[in-house]
């Protein structure tokens, strides 16, 4: 469809014999759906060039008003109750090409335009999609269902609409293995194997479900999933690519997950934790969800530039996790094809516009964990302002030992003389250089802490007040550093807000030279005043603390009022272009914004766990369905727009969420457990010629889920089952072997360091994460860059993974091991050996045709190991008058060929 500039309605006509059929056609009472049956043609057809980018006529169909609305030729080309009125419908059976409708396209066949034709006789109404249409109790099926729970019955009656039947219950050590590695990602040990396997109690799979949601590796398992959505990254990418700490993030994703913490609550505490009533550490980490966003601070770019492309990131990132929603097309145009307009977009951002990070070098604010230091030295000026100061300098010192929060970064400044920005980063100043620091409060009760460094003496700083001829208020001596400074220095009592001017003196330097530089100055009421006992030794003991290297993690602050942004609309997505200001709001097409909630990051969190939002649940449903089944109930789970799959049991998506958030409380452990628990899943995964030709991709669940582990779960569960597998939980990201060369850092000098202290063996969610080279043999599984949110791991399947699990280090060296207990195991007689590594690595007793072909390959192997012994010895890593050398040797070739077996890299 294209121009309605010749519009011809004048009365009531029959256009043709075509459409007087079609009409005839319609008049059935079955009531056209909008959502399922309309728009999709109308997205099929007609939005391209009839919706929120182009409006071909004055003509479209994203929104009703606009769709009813007069286009160009003044006329309506939608009249409700009237098709054989309406352009619209007339232009879609033209049979002039230069009239007819889609004129760049096929034509619409005879049961689309009758769909179109029915629903304009109905009244046109628009309906909502259905991913927007708030969730109620959904009544389960009334079928007969055997060994099932309530998923089931709605499992079957789409089966028995389809003409299907259900597969068998999969045998008891394909469900053991199945649901190990779902729920943590590992396989089971050969302990939990044989006490499952000699368990013959009718609950002996429900006990196994409820003690791996125990296990502390659910929340590893989970996490790796998360971490895909939250970007999480040990590096901040860009050119520079730096390392940075985020690990206590990660950290904090596990825990939660295994306390099984609800999911509203985490949703409030990554969003939001800052801004809680009285936020722990631990809430304040949760924050660094949006902290994982990219930081450039490569010398000569723009801060602001690069602050404001987070805060963009940010936005696309929450809707996408949290609601499904493809908000990053309407930073530029109002949605396409979903009813979001182009100012929802900067409605959103200006929730997240206040936070006092602004892409600097440093990355405040920072949580400071000052106890991994001087645990003593803060209890001890804790307990000091306790005893001398009020509640309001108690609680600001707690806060500012925990966040360091610099108020005025270098580049708030302005007014050089002899000064400027240096890499557009730091205020580089020469002698009798200054700069102002515009409208700092002056209020008796605020020092001024300035971070430097500098490497000459006899450095000094002045501050004086209004002007660089004011009243000098401040001179401070600055000692000589090799690395950066923070000193404090009370401000006198001053009526108001004044401009400070910083003037640098030091007459021995070279007037040329830039010798001191500042990141950032803060104002704080931090202590009580001098005058009190002990001021000076508490004073020098919190600058010491300050100064020191705690552990720390970026974090979310929000700017006080007195610096709080004005949000602009930017005019087609260029943040340059400002247009008009917008105060921050949700999307009017979703659930209203909560009554009593501030309108902020905390306002905003609690919209989107209000029960009255539609899409939270369903979303977080629907992603735990898709890492389960390999499939969600809505495949797209990265799209819950009108673009995306409709879902293959839209009932049970909201018979779930529904009880997600009512029944469970919002307990992903609860939602899990009643997922594995269902016939569905406990389904034999094998599939008949009928069956993949009816459901090719087992949407319809006729069988059991059947596809490859994740990157990080086929790396686990090698280290697992040769026993290497480290388990321990937490701490700092680790180095595995890594082949040389793959870093090619750029000025930071930082390179791979290999652990070699057992470290090397820990689980795939704690190796490090450098966004611009991410782990390769992982990389070659499908696992994320992170440097944005990715919802949704499609699965390929290249030569270059054979290449990786057969010949990579880490799998050699896991197949050594396996195969030197096969050869304690199963002593001298080679297919013992064999028998034994595969029943360790798949909880089942091999075939006699594999054990064959596996035999062949052990006895080929040992042939050549014995003519070349020094290849042996490399293999094995050991000497090569080893005894039983060329047997070790062969059998690791047996073991790396099992760990190869599609049954073994294959969820099944």
Request: hydrophobic share 35%; proline share 6%.
């Amino acid at each position: 469809m294209r121009y309605f500039s010749t519009l011809r309605i004048t009365g009531i006509l029959i256009f043709t014999t075509g459409i007087s059929i079609l009409l005839a056609a319609c008049h059935s009472h079955r009531k056209v759906d909008f959502s399922t049956e309309v728009k999709p043609v109308l997205n099929k057809h007609c939005i391209s060039c009839h919706g929120g980018v182009k409006q071909n006529g004055g003509f479209s169909v994203l929104f009703r008003e606009e769709a009813l609305g007069i286009t160009k030729s003044g006329k309506r080309a939608i009249i409700p109750g009237h098709p054989e009125q309406s352009e619209f419908i007339r232009r879609l059976t033209c049979k002039d090409p230069k009239e007819r409708m889609p004129q760049k396209g096929e034509p619409l066949t005879a049961a689309e335009i009758e769909i179109l034709t029915k629903w304009v006789e109905q009244g046109a109404e628009w309906g909502e999609h259905w991913a927007y249409i708030p969730l109620k109790p959904v009544a389960v099926p009334d079928i007969n269902v055997t060994n099932g729970n309530e998923i089931d019955h709605f499992i079957q009656a789409r089966l028995d609409k389809e003409g299907l039947k259900p597969a068998p219950e999969a045998d008891k050590m394909t469900l053991l293995r199945r649901v190990s590695l779902d729920l943590t990602g590992l396989p089971p040990t050969p302990e939990m194997a044989s006490r499952f396997a000699a368990n013959k109690n009718p609950d002996a799979y429900t006990q196994l479900v409820d003690s791996l949601l125990q296990s502390p590796h659910y929340g590893e398992r989970w996490a790796s999933m998360w971490l895909d959505l939250a970007r999480y990254s040990d590096t901040k990418g860009y050119e520079r690519d730096v390392s940075r700490q985020m690990w206590q993030y990660r950290d904090w994703v596990i825990d939660a997950f295994n306390k099984d913490m609800p999911y509203d609550t985490f949703t409030i505490a990554q969003l939001a934790g800052d801004l809680l009533p009285d936020a722990t550490n631990d809430q304040l980490i949760a924050t660094a969800f949006n902290r994982n966003t990219m930081s450039n601070d490569e010398g000569g770019t723009q801060d602001e530039e690069f602050r404001t492309a987070a805060v963009m990131d940010r936005v696309s990132t929450t809707m996408d996790v949290f609601q499904g929603i493809t908000i990053a097309c309407v930073q530029c145009h109002s949605h396409p094809y979903d009813p979001f307009h182009f100012e929802d977009y900067y409605k959103l951002l200006a929730f997240l516009n206040n936070t006092r990070d602004e892409d600097t070098h440093m990355e405040h604010p920072k949580l400071r964990l000052y106890d991994s230091v001087s645990t003593a030295a803060v209890k001890e000026i804790n307990t000091w302002v306790a005893q001398y100061g009020n509640n309001a300098q108690q609680q600001d010192i707690q806060e500012f030992l925990k966040v360091l929060e610099p108020k005025v970064h270098a580049h708030n400044c302005d007014d050089y003389t002899n000064g400027a920005l240096v890499d557009t980063k730091y205020l580089g100043i020469r002698h009798n250089g200054s700069c102002r620091l515009p409208k700092q409060p002056l209020d008796g009760k605020t020092q001024l802490f300035m971070n430097y460094w500098t490497g000459t003496k006899g450095d000094v700083v002045e501050f004086r007040l209004d002007s660089l001829k004011g009243k000098t208020i401040i001179t401070q001596q600055l000692a000589p550093t090799t690395g950066r400074q923070v000193i404090s220095m009370p401000l006198p009592a001053i009526s108001g807000t004044h401009d400070l001017y910083l003037v640098f003196r030091n007459a021995a330097i070279n007037p040329a030279d830039v010798v001191c530089s500042v990141e950032w100055f803060a104002f704080r009421q931090d202590m009580p005043g001098k005058g009190k006992p002990g001021y000076e030794k508490i004073n020098t003991e919190m600058m010491s603390v300050i100064n020191k290297n705690p552990t720390d993690v970026p974090v979310m602050i929000e700017n006080p009022p007195s610096m709080q942004r004005t949000t602009n609309v930017f005019e087609r997505g260029n943040w340059l272009v400002k247009g008009k200001a917008v105060t921050p709001d949700v999307p009017h097409s979703l659930n209203p914004f909560p009554a009593n909630a501030p309108r902020n990051r905390l306002g905003l969190a609690q919209w989107m766990t209000d029960t009255k939002n539609p899409l939270t649940a369903r979303v977080m449903v629907n992603r735990c369905w898709e890492q389960l089944f390999g499939t969600g109930i809505v495949e797209t789970i990265e799209d819950f727009g009108s673009q995306g799959f409709l879902p293959s049991h839209p009932e049970l998506l909201d018979f779930l969420s529904y009880k997600f958030m009512h029944d469970y409380k919002w307990s992903m452990k609860s939602l899990l457990r009643e997922i594995v628990l269902s016939a569905a899943y406990k389904q034999d995964s094998k599939t008949t010629p009928a069956e993949e030709e009816k459901d090719p991709a087992n949407r319809l669940l006729a069988r059991g889920p059947h596809f490859r582990l994740t990157a990080e779960e086929v790396r686990d569960q090698a280290l697992a089952v040769s026993g290497l597998l480290n388990r321990h939980l937490h701490g700092p990201s680790i180095m595995p072997y890594q082949p040389e060369g793959i870093w090619q850092t750029v000025w930071s000098g930082e390179y791979w360091k290999k652990a070699d202290d057992g470290n090397q063996y820990r689980r795939a969610v704690y190796v490090f994460q450098k966004r611009t080279s991410p782990y390769p043999s992982m990389l070659s599984f499908d696992g994320s860059s992170r440097e944005v949110c990715l919802q949704r791991r499609i699965r390929t399947n290249t030569p270059l993974q054979a290449l990786v699990t057969l010949n990579d280090p880490v799998y050699v060296e896991t197949a050594r091991t396996l195969a030197l207990h096969m050869q304690q195991n199963g002593g001298t007689d080679a297919a013992t050996c064999i028998r034994w590594g595969y029943q360790t690595a798949m909880y089942k007793t091999l075939p006699e045709k594999k054990l064959a072909a596996l035999q062949t390959l052990y006895s080929q192997a040992l042939q050549q190991y014995r003519k070349d012994t020094a290849a042996a010895a490399k293999l094995v890593q050991c000497k090569d008058n080893t005894p039983q050398l060329a047997e070790l040797a062969a059998l690791t070739i047996v073991a790396n060929a099992i760990m190869n077996l599609d049954e073994f890299l294959t969820k099944s």
